[in-house]
């Protein structure tokens, strides 16, 4: 069984500009979470889409980043536009609707804002 | 506070030697817990969950003591394979969010 994936591995990009990264999730899962970690801190939460809908977005550090999910399948986080504070490793996790609470983690993402 | 402490370590071990840990959590309610492992610039991946009476996996053990609200892993005859980060992670009743402590590193040396 294929496990999640992320697109793009690595991002570099200047500050003011656009970045959407994408995750796949396990295929089933309807849970799928958006985490994130900057340099030197710990990993934390961003958001939660319980299929299509967004479950809980209290992590979402600012109006600069969106999360989408549209159709219940992959998900979309656009950061725009990015700031310097922004770079980090950004990691998706599912996990089914029953049946176990473990969160499968994604390789993640490794924004760097210059 | 943050809601998980971890002795960041590093924990530096010969092979074959037991190592253990400790994490502390702020939330009295939280109720889920679990041990997650990370590789350097690879993705965490769940080691194990936590229970409350205390649970063990090949030469992993975890325990929970809710009174002093922390939670420990121990290694027994550590391999090379086990060098990674360590990452605590708890979260609430009815809650999906996941809280993770910043890790400890463990080293273990041939």
């Known amino acids: 069984e294929a496990g999640v994936t992320q697109f793009p591995s690595h991002s570099v990009i200047e500050k003011g500009q656009t970045v959407t990264l994408r995750c796949d999730p396990i295929?089933?899962?309807?849970?799928l979470y958006w985490y994130r970690r900057v340099m030197g801190k710990e990993i934390k939460f961003l958001l939660h889409f319980v299929k299509e809908s967004k479950q809980d977005e209290s992590g979402m550090p600012n109006n600069r980043f969106l999360a989408e999910r549209t159709g219940g399948t992959y998900s979309t986080l656009k950061v725009q536009p990015a700031e310097l504070e922004d770079s980090g490793v950004y990691f998706c996790a599912s996990s089914p609707l029953t049946g176990g609470d473990t969160q499968y983690f994604g390789p993640g993402t490794r924004l760097t804002v210059l | 506070r943050k809601e998980v402490e971890q002795d960041p370590g590093p924990f530096n071990v010969p092979e074959g030697a037991t190592v253990a840990f400790n994490c502390t959590y702020s939330n009295s309610a939280s109720q889920s817990f679990f041990w997650y492992r990370q590789d350097c610039r690879k993705e965490p991946k769940l080691l194990m969950s936590v229970y409350s009476s205390g649970n063990e996996d090949g030469r992993f053990t975890a325990q929970l003591n809710r009174a002093s609200q922390y939670i420990s892993l121990l290694i027994r005859d550590s391999k090379l394979s086990d060098s990674a980060t360590y990452l605590c992670?708890?979260?609430?009743?009815?809650?999906?969010?996941?809280?993770f402590g910043a890790g400890t590193t463990v080293t273990v040396r041939a």
């Open positions: 992670v708890v979260s609430l009743p009815n809650d999906y969010k996941l809280s």
């Open positions: 295929s089933g899962h309807d849970n």
